[in-house]
């Protein structure tokens, strides 16, 4: 899998946009970009993913730069309960054991 | 919707019990995995299942088996149990194969003392 760079963390005010990059400058072709977070003390929660194309859903936004090699994930409107650390994975296409490789992440603090 | 559903959330074991982790998904999703999350670190995989009557090692089986006889349910088995297999224990299913997301249950938090 290519590896990814995220910011360790960040803040945003709650009602604001919350806007989460990733550099993934290796990434292969057919790789798709995903993102999961995790709140603490609770299990990864997948959001989002793409492959070349920006992509949304009642979650979040993503967008994936022409070059494909960052992208950012997007909270339109983040919530108290959207602090949680935030994980980018980009993904070969296997055929068989395919685990998720979560790097770092960032922690993501929304305040009141 | 149940999704994943794990027993037990918490769980505290002696040196050299046994026990076994229940998952149990009702989404039909043909693949399973079974992830132990250590403080401060990511998933690693102990087991996953491409459908029911196939299991296959991940990065870390040993100390561990599985089975998965039926689609729903993929139990993790601890032999005997050691300090180092303290750690937090996620199951996750997806639908399809290595470009679908997984989902995961809540956890079974796991202390060998």
């Known amino acids: 899998d290519a590896k990814t760079t995220q910011p360790p963390s960040m803040d945003c005010a709650e009602g604001r946009a919350a806007n989460l990059p990733c550099n993934h400058s290796t990434i292969s072709g057919n790789e798709y970009v995903y993102w999961y977070r995790q709140i603490h003390s609770q299990g990864p929660q997948y959001i989002i993913h793409g492959l070349k194309n920006n992509e949304t859903n009642e979650m979040a936004s993503l967008i994936i730069t022409e070059d494909r090699k960052s992208s950012t994930l997007i909270l339109p409107h983040a919530t108290l309960r959207d602090t949680a650390v935030y994980y980018c994975?980009?993904?070969?296409?296997?055929?068989?054991?395919?685990?998720?490789?979560f790097g770092e992440g960032t922690q993501l603090t929304v305040n009141p | 919707n149940a999704g994943v559903t794990q027993t037990p959330k918490f769980r505290i074991l002696k040196i050299g019990q046994s026990m076994t982790l229940q998952c149990a998904q009702d989404m039909n999703h043909n693949y399973m995995y079974w992830y132990r999350q250590d403080p401060g670190m990511g998933l690693k995989l102990i087991y996953y299942?491409?459908?029911?009557?196939?299991?296959d090692k991940g990065e870390v089986p040993n100390g561990y088996n599985v089975s998965r006889s039926t689609t729903e349910d993929f139990p993790l088995r601890l032999e005997l149990a050691a300090p180092s297999q303290t750690s937090v224990y996620f199951c996750?299913?997806?639908?399809?194969?290595?470009?679908?997301?997984?989902?995961f249950g809540d956890g079974t938090r796991l202390s060998i003392l």
């Open positions: 994975i980009v993904r070969v296409k296997e055929t068989s054991g395919s685990r998720l490789t």
């Open positions: 299942s491409v459908g029911a009557g196939i299991t």
């Open positions: 996750a299913s997806s639908y399809g194969g290595p470009d679908q997301p997984q989902h």
